[in-house]
Each structure stands twice: as C-alpha cells, then as structure tokens.
C-alpha cells in the first residue's frame, strides 16, 4: 500500500532493531526518582502456603536482580507478571501488555533515532562521546537532547495508548498527573516513565482488568505532560513538520498529537427513522443531509471534499422547548450515520457529553471534556458528539451560578470549536442542544455554526401524523381523511420553511429590516446586505464578525442544497470508496451557485435565533431582578413589623 505525500514510513526493520534495548528495560534498571514520589504498592493477596514462583529471570549481564521493593530497581516484567496473583503462568492480558510496551519502547527508540539522524544531534553525540564536543555546540546539543526526550516520551505513550486500546474493558482507573518527566537524554526520559509507569501499576493494578486501564491511564496522563511541554520547547521542527506511519500497526504519529485505534463505539440507543420525526423541517432536512455528508469523508487523505470545499456543518445548536423532539433529532442522525457506516465499513464513534462529566476536582471536569473531544474528532472513525442540555453542562461566564466545573468545560468547548489549533476535516460533527440557549454563554453558543431550530409539531397534519405515530398499531380507530405523513415530505416541507424567511420572524429584527429596507430599497446588492447587518449589530452588539462567518457558512451549505444519492450510500463503490479527487468532482458537479435569496434567508434564519435568544435571555434577568427586589421589600417590611 502506498503511502500518502504527507507520511514517512518507519520501517519494520527500523523498529525491530530496538527490540532488544526495550525487553532490556522491561526486565530491569536502576532509577533514582528526581522529581517522583515513591507511591505505596496496592497488596496482592496470595493463598497461604502456595509459593509465587519466578516465570522469567534475566541474564543479561548488568541487569538489576535487586528487589522492587527499592524504590530505584525497576523490573516491570516481574512487576506486571506479579498481577496474576498467584498463577504461575503468564496470562493472554499480561502478555499483551508485555508486547505492547516492549512495541511502544522500540517504535518510540526508532523515532527517537530518526531525529538524530535528521539533526545534528547524532554527530554532536559521537563528538560528546569522544570529548571533543565545541563549547560553542553544548547548548544546541542540550536543546536537541531535551527534544529528542520529548519525542520519544510523546511516542512511547502514543503508541501504547494505541496498541493497547483493543484490551481496554469498562474499569477507568485515575492514575492522576505524571511528574517524573526527564529530558536530560532519551533514555534516562524512558527511565523516568517506566519508573512512574512501575509505581502507578504498584498502587493502583490490582487485577488483570486495572493492568490495562491502569497502562492506559498512565500513558494518556504522559502525552498531555509531554505535550504541553512541547509547546515551548526549541528544536523540535523536524519531528512535527512531517507525519509517520507504522504499517503492520496501522499507526500514525503526527507530531505530540494522540493517535486512536480506529474502533468504533457499540450503540445501545433506539434509531428513529426521518418520518418519525414530525415537524422541525429544517432541522430533519440538515441533519439528513449532514449525516451523507460525513460519510464523503477521506480516509486516506484524513479531508472530507465538503470541508474543502466549504458547506460543511462542524458544529450545529439545536434549540426547542420540551418535548418538541431533539432527543429524537439525536436518534435518527445517529441511526442514519451508523447504518451508512456498517455499508460501507467505516468505524462510527458516537458520544454524549452528559452532566456526569462535571467534577468537584479541578482540572478533571476540563478532562472529561478533552477526552469527549479527542474521541470524536479521532481522524481514524467517523465521529458524532452530541452535547445534551448544554445549558446545564457549560458555565456562563460571569454567572456566579456556573461551578468551577462548568466553566472548565466551557473552556474546553470553545478552544475545541474555533481555537487557533482547530482543524475541521469534515470526519465528525458536534450537535449542542437545548431547552434554553439563552441561558449558553454568548460566545460558546456563537460557535455553533449552524443553527436547528426544533419546534417540533405545528399543523395540523402534524399533529394527525405524531398521533398515529405514537398510537403504534394495537387499535382498529379509524385513520380518516388523512394521507399519513404526507406532510412530512421534506423537499417540499423545507422549501417552504426557507421562503418564510424572506423576512424575519422576531419583532426585534423585523423592526430593524424594514427600517433599513425602507432607507435603502430592496436588498440586492452586497453593499446594501452589509447595511442591513450593520443595522442588525446596532441593534444588537453580540452580532460581530463570527455571527458573520456562521452565516456565510450556512450559505455555504445551501449552495449545496442537494442530497447526495441514497444508491451512493447504498452501493459503496458509486462514491463512498472513489478516491479524494474523485468525490470532489462529483460534488463539485451537483454544486448550486449562491443567489441573494439565499444569502437574506440565511441572515434571517441566524439573526431570527440570536434575537429570541436576546430576548429571552433578558427577560430572565428582568424576572431574576424583579424577584430578588420583591423579596428584599418584603424583607424590610418584616424587620419593621418586629422592631415595632
């Protein structure tokens, strides 16, 4: 298989070659802890009179056949094996834990070596060696030995992480920070690892089940260590500017970036199909089309032609009143996703982001998030992340209501939705919904580029449609003059649902454009549509540039106001497995151009829902403050009575 432009093969005969250095430090070495603490070893309870016998004893000379009860003898061998308990015999689990760091250690050995040779840093070592190194070249040779560390602590956690994620079960172990971070050179950096590695196992393995969750653990806690320093360390442009792959484990390392196994989750949720959700046209008819719209996703080239191209929803805010059908919004998109995904082979990862991610401890709740985050948007599966009741999960900046937690995962939201390192490949998409957006803080809830209004049922037909929906089929009432779910036709629902915004539907905006429509005349022109935003943002200061870009972006869709074939999700080989080039050609052939009726629906559509959001948002406050006067009169009325 050929590789793509961006990557660099690390060869099997490249990693290999390390594989007697890692087992080396698997069975043993000396490490006194500089930063680390020594942690107490969870007991391992044995059954009395049975003997733990010794599965494998090294001899290699100049291993430590210490004891691991000092704290500086580390032989994670004997350590891990020592988790069985009282079996002689090496268990399936331990073995792959063994194979697995034994893998990681050589792959990350073999990137660290790279970088040598791509730097200076090899013959600065041969120089150093030899004593012989210029004065003038020790700080460049400790910068690159420190960024050499860096790479192969970044590596060596990646890959772990990786190549031990199929062992993963349901137990989560927190291992909490890791601390024993050296980058004096790459391999006393290994040492420190596998030492903390050593001690976390000790206190926290107790069974085969912890083993791995605690390996993984400690290894997702060490890329971020690593990663953080890395964002200010020197030297370290040959690594990050270009990508690698490891074939046999279909591995990719790009950069201190995590790389997941392309596993996708198992769903347990109850699939709604497109005619069970009644009403909400617009909503229905954007999540259909985002759901195929996913699935042009390159695997190959990691870029979706959409996202190229522009039209892609990466982030959308659905906002309704209870009971008017965003859970079920939820279920048919999921469901539409994840069968096109079983056609065609693709993994397809979904995830809630739910109130049980808010902790009490710092920095957890920000973690909770993170890990939301990096598992949708994992370039290896397609991704949908839904975000249920954001109101009650992300704090409002300056609510003295909002916990320390909710405000984390604010943070967290809106560095992941349009941070300076975002990037939108077009294989995921996020869905924030809620019963009161105006209660979302302003900025986060800008971020949502699209907007699904969910109104759930409106007419008649639609509430004739839910009825007999919901009834099921255990009755023999008559359906009368009625063609069930006609009106749930969504070309000619949604037709009708985008005229209406020819002019806006709140008092407020409507206000605003026929003021603005009546000065200047119709609006036809960029010029007079820039008037008319302007005079949105007098009326309201939260409409900045942002509310700008979300607008062209959902003109942007409506340019491709086409759904892509059901035969091409159906029959893979039409489309789904064509190559990049080729799926953006047949797009680009389906593509509408953009016309001023677009461009004024779309302004409206988004400025309609920024407006009732305003508008609620402050009538909330106003009924808070009015409250809080009433109770404080009343206060004083009391405080009077009883002095009197």
């Known amino acids: 298989m050929s590789l793509p432009a961006d990557q660099m093969e690390l060869t099997e005969e490249e990693i290999r070659a390390h594989y007697d250095a890692a087992g080396g430090m698997l069975e043993g070495f000396d490490h006194a802890p500089r930063i680390g603490k020594a942690r107490a070893e969870a007991p391992v309870e044995r059954s009395p009179g049975v003997a733990r016998w010794r599965r494998f004893r090294s001899t290699t000379p100049g291993l430590v056949t210490r004891s691991t009860a000092r704290p500086e003898g580390v032989r994670l061998v004997d350590r891990i094996e020592a988790v069985g308990g009282d079996d002689p015999l090496v268990s399936p689990v331990e073995a792959s834990v063994l194979h697995g760091l034994r893998r990681a250690l050589a792959i990350a050995l073999a990137m660290g070596e790279g970088y040598a040779q791509q730097t200076e840093l090899a013959e600065l070592k041969k120089e150093n060696l030899a004593g012989s190194l210029p004065r003038d070249k020790s700080v460049a040779f400790s910068e690159l030995l420190a960024a050499e560390s860096l790479i192969v602590l970044s590596v060596f956690a990646n890959a772990t992480a990786f190549l031990l994620a199929g062992q993963a079960g349901e137990v989560s172990v927190e291992v909490g920070g890791v601390e024993e971070v050296l980058t004096d050179n790459a391999l006393l950096a290994l040492h420190g690892a596998l030492w903390e590695l050593d001690q976390s196992i000790a206190t926290h393995a107790e069974d085969e089940g912890r083993l791995v969750a605690t390996v993984l653990a400690h290894a997702e806690a060490l890329m971020e260590r690593v990663s953080l320093r890395a964002q200010t360390a020197p030297r370290l442009a040959p690594f990050t500017g270009a990508n690698y792959r490891v074939e046999a484990d279909d591995f990719t390392i790009a950069g201190f970036t995590a790389s997941r196994r392309a596993r996708g989750s198992t769903l347990t949720m109850q699939f709604k199909k497109p005619h069970q959700v009644v009403g909400n046209h617009i909503a229905k008819y954007q999540a259909m089309k985002l759901a195929k719209m996913l699935m042009a996703y390159d695997f190959e080239r990691k870029l979706n032609p959409f996202a190229e191209l522009g039209g892609f929803i990466f982030t959308f805010m659905g906002d309704g009143m209870p009971g008017t059908g965003k859970t079920t919004l939820i279920q048919m998109m999921a469901g539409l996703i994840h069968g096109y995904c079983e056609v065609a082979g693709y993994p397809f990862r979904y995830q809630n982001l739910s109130t049980e991610s808010i902790d009490s401890y710092q920095g957890k709740s920000a973690q909770n998030a993170k890990a939301f985050i990096n598992n949708v948007v994992d370039p290896n599966v397609i991704g949908f992340g839904t975000i249920d009741d954001i109101d009650q999960l992300a704090g409002k900046r300056g609510d003295r209501q909002s916990s320390a937690g909710q405000l984390e995962i604010t943070a967290v939201l809106m560095e992941s939705f349009a941070g300076a390192n975002t ?222």
């Not at 800008?446 to 255990?474: E, H, S």
């Not at 409507?510 to 007098?538: F, M, N």
């Open 423 to 644: 990037v939108v490949r077009g294989n995921c998409t996020f869905g924030m919904f809620s019963n009161y957006p105006e209660n979302v803080d302003d900025a986060l809830r800008q971020r949502a580029g699209a907007r699904f209004l969910v109104d759930g049922p409106k007419t008649r037909d639609d509430y004739i449609d839910i009825l007999a929906l919901l009834m099921g089929k255990n009755h023999d009432i008559p359906l009368g003059d009625h063609a069930l779910y006609e009106a749930q036709e969504i070309k000619k629902a949604v037709a009708a649902s985008f005229e209406s915004h020819s002019k806006p539907h709140e008092d407020g905006l409507l206000t605003v454009y026929e003021r603005v429509s009546g000065d200047i005349g119709t609006l036809d022109t960029i010029a007079k549509l820039g008037t008319y935003l302007k005079g949105i943002q007098e009326a309201d200061p939260r409409f900045t540039g942002r509310a700008i870009k979300n607008i062209t972006d959902a003109v942007k869709v409506r340019a491709m106001d086409f759904e892509l074939p059901d035969e091409w999700m159906e029959e893979p080989d039409l489309f789904l497995f064509k190559s990049y080039d080729e799926k953006k050609g047949m797009i680009e052939e389906l593509r509408q151009p953009i016309t001023i009726e677009m461009v004024i629906q779309e302004i409206n559509r988004y400025a309609d829902s920024e407006f009732r959001y305003a508008d609620k948002s402050d009538e909330v406050a106003i009924e808070k403050m009015v409250r809080e006067f009433g109770i404080t009169e009343e206060a004083k009325r009391r405080y009077v009575e009883s002095k009197g």
